[in-house]
């Protein structure tokens, strides 16, 4: 294939995707300080006093005094068992929305006081309200998804991570010089912008010379876009091909046609039942138990899931050292295991997992998240500006000009 045809494949590979990359980038920039971000617009929802006299409840003493405060059609399946002083306790609700025969599922954050269980607030996860409260649920569902309902914004979004994946080496060739003679003088030019230049060539400089100096970040938000957006359906089985990978949900039963609606046991039950499991495995492999995450009773496949933060983790947010058990049988009986370290699939995974969320390496590395998304805005926005004066530039040219103009059409490529 001739290079012509590779700078076409990135021209109109990039305004494809261009406009998505733009809405991730910005999104992705804030979600960089998602939680700040959050208690800053929010203080009421995320705040609490602090109050050393009296003791933390309990958090599933806390979870049962909470829904019984919700309306009676709110499920909170998951529910996180960690706590921290002077900040509220976020549960997670599910309710079926609207009238009989054509209601929606509708997804809330509830907060609640970790002290006395008062409900503080509520607000629909990525709804389209335009609020404090709501601002930063609705960038996260913007980010991943665009808001549209799942599986379909999410696909699309896999999508565009893999075409822009793909676009992403076809930049790189180009940016090569074609003779092989003087290759590192003339690809040197490359990596620089002539800041003296026009306007168009600073322009042309800082897409071409972004690109390269941060090429290894992009391919990371690009290829760990992909895993989290289209796991199932792309990521995951090519993985398993490569590398050993632990998939815990292939020993899950899939009961989404027919979820499970009534569980085994109780959550204290399942509580004490997942932390017996827990310790044989930390017993077994080796690892140590820092601190209980969360527990969810998981419907579409009959489970309980019981994760706590363990020495395997390293990503900062949540715990993934989790194990799946029955919610179905009278025995709990152990399903499937997981933590990040357990094969060498499931630890490049949980890195790529953490590497695009901002979770390891403390505030620089987030700051580095935070201006990779706006380098990701201005790449798009260098690359539509450098085809519209291409475009433009080829229109205002007189059709008896063409046949001289392509006696430098290497000119035209590089700069395409």
Partial sequence: MTRHFWVLAHRYAGLAIAGFLVIAGLTGSLLAFYDEIDTALNPELMLVEDRSDMPLLDPLVL???????????????YHPLHREPGRSHKLYAWRLVGPEGAQTLRFYEVFADPYTAEVLGERERGAWVFDRAHFMPLMYQLHYALTIPYPWGMWLFGVISFVWLFDSFVGFYLTLPRRREGFW???KLAW???????????NFDLHRALSLWLWGMLILFAVSSVSLNLKDELYLPVLKRIVPTVDAHEALPDLH???LMQANMSWEQARERGRELMAERAARHGFVIEQEDAIMFAREHGAWYYSVMSDQDFADDHGHTAVYFSAQDEHGAELAFEHPKIAPGNTFTSWLAALHMGKV?????RVLVCVMGLVIVLLSVTGVVIWWRK???????PSEAAAPAT???HMREDLA
């Avoid at 390496?361 to 590395?365: K, Q, R, V």
């Fill in 63 to 77: 979870r049962e005094r909470v829904e019984k405060a919700l309306p009676g059609n709110a499920h909170l399946d």
């Fill in 185 to 187: 003088k003339g690809w």
């Fill in 192 to 202: 620089l912008v002539k800041w003296s230049g026009s306007a168009y060539r600073i």
């Fill in 257 to 259: 046609h027919a979820p």
């Fill in 361 to 365: 390496f403390g505030l620089p590395y």
């Fill in 391 to 397: 475009r433009r530039g080829r229109r205002a040219v």
């Fill in 407 to 409: 006696a430098a059409p």
